[in-house]
């Protein structure tokens, strides 16, 4: 029996030893023989969380931009420091007093918390807050507290000419609607202007409508704001032709906020004096709180790879950790560092994070250091749950969505995706056919199609996955 027993052991350390090497061999062909890689370059690294050893590396101690799988790191930082149910709170207090059931006789505060998801509805409910409080005079003035970061509205490194895109909002306490606006262009009868709705309504923009229906002569419909000129006018011009709907963001989110806000309790009866930005005494009297947990804004992060829930999770970290009234990206950083030195293991000085979306042109990781973060949440039950729901999977959701719909690696390929110019990225985890949880980390760099990148990198995926 014993002597069976050895020779059983020694046959699965060989039948494991053989899958290693087939699997290192396919991965060495298929790095030698694809076409982007002549061009370009690539970090890989395989590891195999169910045996806890490395499969395969190529490049893997090398620097590279990771884009927006980043967010992987930011969205560990923040499930382990933060936890699941931390809250994004927005706040509306007053100070003095409220006569004659309707004078308020004093100011009423807004006070930013830096919520990414805060949304039209959200809003809704705070003019309804101050509503139903009887206020319908504010004889001081309307003052919006947005001191709970510093003034600079966009990360370090990120590029100026990506505004007026919606992944690039101005980041501020207050955010309505992710900073953003939806301009939906529909056309009407031939030669005519088309009709624009845009929401959140407000009166912070204005439209310009030089568009014409069913139009050809005019030229491809164009939707964009005088961003050069930090201006809010929403431009349409060009053949509408199909109904259509574009999101552009607003210079800047505080003041889009804080008007649009002043705007719709002026709608419901609310007669305000003045507004202005300041700081929300400790003594004021707290009217309303709207609370978001951590878990939406992490799982948009991931699946959407929306760049301001990232950059909300980084602040947090900040403003969490330090105790401070006012953080800067570099709070946010030093937690970074941190938790990398302490509970990653690995010395910060060796890389660069100074954003937490991988928008700036700055960041620079290693694959290796990638997959530290990959097998940490894997060891820790409790943050692992919460990451590996919020990853998009392969063919059926997020930025996977339309990736990888057939083959080993449909529904099975769990990861986040990085795109920005010049570079592709791909980390996260699948499990192989024998059932070990396998995770893996792959980073194209300098390459000039991302599509070729992003087959290529599925390619990887369908080979773990057998």
């Known amino acids: 029996m014993k002597r069976t027993g050895l020779v059983l052991i020694s046959l699965i350390i060989c039948c494991c030893t053989l899958a290693a090497q087939s699997i290192a061999g396919k991965l060495d062909a298929l790095v030698s023989s694809e076409k ?10 395989v590891f195999n969380l169910t045996q806890g050893k490395q499969m395969y590396a190529y490049q893997d101690k090398k620097l590279y931009r990771p884009a927006s799988i980043e967010k992987v790191i930011t969205s560990v ?24 059931d309707s004078i308020l006789q004093g100011d009423l505060y807004l006070v930013g918390g830096f919520d990414p998801e805060f949304m039209d509805e959200d809003m809704n409910k705070l003019v309804e807050a101050v509503h139903n409080s009887g206020i319908r005079c504010i004889q001081g003035s309307l003052i919006a507290d947005v001191s709970l970061t510093d003034s600079i509205y966009w990360g370090a490194g990120w590029s100026w000419d990506d505004t007026p895109e919606a992944f690039q909002p101005y980041l501020s306490p207050l ?22 709705e845009v929401i959140p309504e407000s009166d912070y923009y204005t439209v310009c409508n030089l568009a014409q229906s069913y139009a ?41 906020f804080l008007h649009t806000f002043a705007y719709r309790l002026k ?7 003045s507004v202005r930005y300041g700081i929300c005494p400790d003594e004021a009297t707290g009217m309303y709180t709207f609370s978001r947990p951590l878990e939406p804004v992490l799982k948009r992060a991931l699946k959407k790879s929306d760049n301001l829930s990232a950059e909300a999770m980084f602040y947090h970290l900040a403003i969490s950790r330090s105790g401070k009234k006012n953080v800067g990206f570099k709070d946010a950083q030093e937690v970074i560092h941190s938790f990398m030195k302490h509970e990653i293991g690995r010395n910060p000085d060796n ?59 449909y529904r099975n390929v769990r990861a986040k995706t990085g795109t920005v110019t010049g570079i ?17 980390v792959i980073i194209n760099q300098n390459v000039l199609r991302g599509k070729e990148a992003r087959a290529f990198q599925d390619k990887i995926c369908e080979i773990l996955a057998h």
């Open 351 to 409: 890389y660069s994070i100074v954003d937490g979306s991988g928008v700036s042109l700055y960041n620079y990781i290693s694959p290796d250091l990638m997959m530290e973060y990959l097998k940490y949440a894997y060891a820790h039950p409790e943050i692992f749950h919460t990451f590996y729901e919020a990853l998009p999977v392969a063919g059926v959701d997020g930025t996977l969505h339309y990736r990888m719909k057939q083959g080993k690696a």
């Open 267 to 273: 709608e419901t009866g609310i007669s305000i004096q």
């Open 424 to 440: 592709s990225s791909l980390a996260g985890y699948v499990k192989a056919g024998n059932g070990d949880m396998l995770a893996f």
């Open 77 to 100: 930082t923040a499930l382990a420091e933060l936890r699941e149910y931390y809250l994004f709170n927005t706040r509306i207090a007053y100070t003095g007093t409220i006569v004659q």
């Open 175 to 196: 955010m309505l609607s992710r900073g953003c606006v939806n301009v939906t262009v529909i056309p009407t009868s031939k030669g005519r202007k088309p009709k624009i």
């Open 216 to 256: 050809p002569q005019c030229g491809k419909l164009k939707v964009t704001r005088n961003w050069l000129d930090n201006g809010n006018t929403i431009c349409v011009d060009g053949n509408a032709n199909y109904r259509c709907t574009k999101t552009l963001n607003m210079y800047s989110s505080k003041d889009f």
């Open 36 to 45: 982007v890689l002549t061009t370009s370059e690539v970090g890989i690294s």
